[in-house]
């Protein structure tokens, strides 16, 4: 078993920065990858990026690619998502993802949204 819990949404502008956090609880040495997922109103849950739990490979969605970057506090079992020149259609809710044998472990979201 894992909880993550994430933090970090709120209202910025287009164009400007937010950084969010999900913090990994439990059996955290079982955790091969984390992901980050968002899913804005009325649409279907997007992948945005995966990285290895080791830290020794990320994938980002095109979408992202050259904007957002995944880091990790290994000492507090922190991940980071830090979003840059964000765009009104990066509005949604974002979701970290880890994977433990094959099983899927979701947090709870938070609220990121880009508006003037």
């Known amino acids: 078993q894992v909880q993550l819990v994430e933090s970090g949404g709120g209202l910025v502008q287009p164009g400007g920065s937010l950084r969010l956090s999900c913090a990994a609880s439990g059996s955290i040495s079982s955790i091969s990858s984390m992901e980050w997922y968002r899913q804005a109103p009325g649409k279907e849950r997007e992948f945005v990026l995966r990285m290895s739990w080791s830290g020794g490979y990320t994938y980002y969605s095109d979408s992202v690619k050259d904007r957002f970057t995944i880091s990790r506090d290994n000492a507090k079992s922190t991940v980071y998502l830090q979003m840059n020149s964000l765009k009104p259609e990066d509005t949604a809710v974002y979701y970290c993802?880890?994977?433990?044998?094959?099983?899927?472990?979701w947090g709870q979201g938070t609220q990121v949204t880009v508006s003037s």
């Open positions: 993802r880890v994977m433990i044998s094959g099983l899927p472990y």
